[in-house]
């Protein structure tokens, strides 16, 4: 039933092995060059003392080797216990359920992993290697902040600014536009541009931090703080817009992902487990032999699947065509005028474009069955009246059909075949087959009597079936049509199934959920892990500056609440950057990428990004506080000065 949607899946597999690999390597790369940088005075003395560069290199390889075995020693077992974590959540969320499952384990996925994982560490330590023992000893042995030497070009930190203006005022208005998904090229200019932008604003920040120093409220150690920020950014100012743009992504991508999955899961009408379709051909030799609703309903009390169906529901569709005249019987011109009335303009013309000479209808006694399968008031029109039918999947925007519903009450009449009815102000959105390739955006509910005076007989009949309760919380939904599939397959009977159709949707969201928050993790954690090793080897490059403030009288307390405010601003600039690109960049991805049924509950899926980035603020202030940690404790060591020789 499912290897459509799985095959789609497997197929991507490789792209993101690959681009987690890169993503990998990036985030190895810099957490090892922190290591070296720790350990870089050990090198220096090792060097002194004599040790050949050659017997450096490879002691260093073979250090890194060890570590790397006893990761994948580590790492292995419990990457399989998350993979499972992970498969019995999905089975759950698609109807299998805890019994259903089976443990799996792929010898090639470990074998991929280990390769994977052991190419990316050797790359990353054969690179910082090379570099460590190409430096000279006095190098090694004494370092100092890299941007304590470098001087501010005001007129091009000018410039830059200006620029980086101009280029993210164009990546914004061209990426909320119209065009902004017409071509990969239109596409690659707005990335382009705003990510130059981007690079060009940290870079104008060098002159900014300055202007910001002189002119703020002056507090103890105020200099030290900002001179110490300004280095930093001084130096790195490229690599922390990186930075910042991949916590932009991490922003955008959690609330996006996070906002279409919660919309899906909330706007799921659940009802019928299985449509069978009479009239349909049961035998391939002979196209003229169908089956009729009763036929169906014996040939399922044969098979003995009667006592599996809690309902089984016949709902008629048929045509309010008049061939004789050429045109529609249903004539809905004045529910245009109420329908006018509806603030959602692109609601409002959606609705009038579909009811004009619209002629779908539905019998009202079959629907009226479906919804008492669905446990709904069903519809009582009497003789002049008539229900409206809305598909859910072309109508989303709860607010505007209630205040359709609302505008009804006011005694609004359609005309059928020459008579007036009213319609009724419940509007209906239970779907009535499960197979969306039978997508119907609107219907009209008319009494028996005028729906067999409209059709003469001539209409479609969909027998939806709703399964035991029991039997789904004993074997799971998609286990319990498995086994009647499997029952169902020698009565040639034709045919839908909720997983089959509408449940098939479940896979997609699910992985696309995943990937999606799987990138905006890996991106939140490369971004964070980035900026806090950053710091963090600056803190020590600049030791010397808190040694001496040491003896010029200052307490730990007094250091540490300094670093702490070096590290808000550190954190602060690159994370306030991606706010800013994030507000234009979720809007853009809901332009572009949302699907057509969630348009009119933009609205509401923007409320579910502010929720989403509420609680990445949380994980970023987590993570911020681990880094003050890190960094209290490494003042810790320079409070006993020791004498260097």
Not at 226 to 241: C, H, K, P, Y
Not at 404 to 428: P, R
Not at 611 to 621: D, G, K, W, Y
Request: glycine share 6%.
């Amino acid at each position: 039933m499912e290897s459509d949607a799985v095959n789609r899946l497997l197929t991507m597999v490789p792209l993101f092995y690959v681009f987690t690999l890169f993503i990998l390597l990036m985030l190895v790369y810099f957490a090892s060059s922190v290591q070296m940088e720790r350990r870089s005075h050990e090198f220096g003395v090792y060097l002194t003392l004599g040790m050949k560069r050659k017997t450096l290199f490879r002691m260093i390889l073979m250090e890194d080797v060890r570590d790397s075995l006893i990761a994948l020693a580590i790492g292995l077992p419990i990457a399989v216990i998350l993979s499972e974590a992970i498969s019995l959540v999905t089975v759950k969320l698609i109807g299998i359920g805890i019994v259903g499952h089976r443990f799996t384990l792929s010898f090639s996925a470990i074998l991929f992993t280990v390769i994977g994982f052991s190419l990316v560490k050797l790359l990353a330590i054969l690179v910082l290697s090379k570099r460590v023992v190409s430096k000279e000893i006095g190098e090694l042995l004494f370092f100092e902040p890299v941007g304590a030497k470098k001087q501010i070009n005001q007129k091009a930190c000018f410039i830059a600014f200006i620029s980086s203006v101009g280029c993210l005022g164009i990546a914004y208005y061209l990426g909320l536009s119209e065009h902004m998904w017409e071509n990969l090229i239109f596409m690659f200019f707005v990335l382009f541009s705003g990510t130059l932008g981007t690079i060009l604003l940290f870079y104008a920040l060098r002159f900014g931090i300055e202007w910001v120093m002189k002119h703020s409220k002056k507090k103890k150690l105020h200099d030290f703080n900002f001179r110490q920020i300004q280095e930093g950014i001084v130096s790195r100012s490229t690599l922390l817009a990186i930075c910042s743009l991949l916590l932009f992504s991490a922003f955008c991508l959690a609330g996006y992902g996070s906002a279409v999955a919660s919309q899906y899961i909330q706007e799921d009408d659940h009802v019928l487990d299985y449509t069978f379709l009479p009239n349909e051909p049961t035998n391939v030799k002979d196209p003229n032999e169908t089956m009729s609703v009763k036929d169906i309903r014996q040939t399922l009390s044969s098979a003995g699947l009667s006592n599996s169906f809690k309902d089984l529901v016949e709902v008629k569709l048929g045509s309010a065509y008049q061939e004789n005249i050429g045109t529609s019987a249903i004539d809905a011109s004045a529910l245009n005028d109420v329908i006018s009335m509806i603030d959602n303009r692109e609601f409002a013309d959606n609705l009038m474009q579909s009811t004009r000479d619209n002629d779908n209808i539905l019998s009202e006694s079959g629907y009226n069955e479906l919804l008492k399968a669905a446990g709904k008031e069903p519809l009582d029109l009497g003789e002049n009246k008539v229900g409206l039918y809305l598909g859910k999947a072309f109508f989303t925007d709860e607010k505007s059909i209630k205040k359709l519903s609302e505008l009804l009450k006011s005694d609004v009449a359609v005309k059928i075949d020459a008579a007036s009815y009213g319609i009724d102000a419940n509007i209906q959105q239970t779907n009535f087959v499960t197979d969306r390739a039978i997508s119907v955006s609107i219907a009209w509910i008319v009494p028996d009597e005028l729906f067999d005076q409209l059709t003469e007989g001539e209409y479609s009949s969909y027998l939806g079936g709703v399964l035991q309760p029991k039997l789904i919380e004993e074997k799971g939904l998609m286990m319990a049509i498995s086994d009647i599939n499997t029952q169902l397959a020698g009565t040639g009977l034709s045919y839908e199934s909720y997983i089959q159709n509408a449940g098939r949707q479940i896979f997609y969201i699910v992985s696309s959920a995943y990937l999606t928050l799987y990138l905006a993790t890996i991106f939140l954690i490369i971004g964070n892990t980035i900026i806090g090793i950053q710091f963090l080897m600056e803190q020590q490059k600049a030791h010397r500056r808190y040694q001496s403030l040491i003896h010029l009288g200052a307490d730990y307390k007094t250091l540490c609440r300094a670093a702490n405010t070096q590290i808000n601003g550190y954190f602060g600039i690159p994370i306030v950057v991606a706010l800013l690109n994030a507000a234009v960049g979720t809007k853009t991805l809901f332009q572009g990428l949302l699907p057509y049924a969630y348009r009119d509950q933009s609205g509401k899926l923007l409320i579910i990004v502010v929720i989403i980035l509420v609680l990445i603020a949380i994980v970023e202030a987590i993570y911020i506080r681990v880094v003050k940690q890190s960094s209290s404790q490494y003042l810790w060591t320079l409070m006993k000065p020791a004498r260097e020789e």
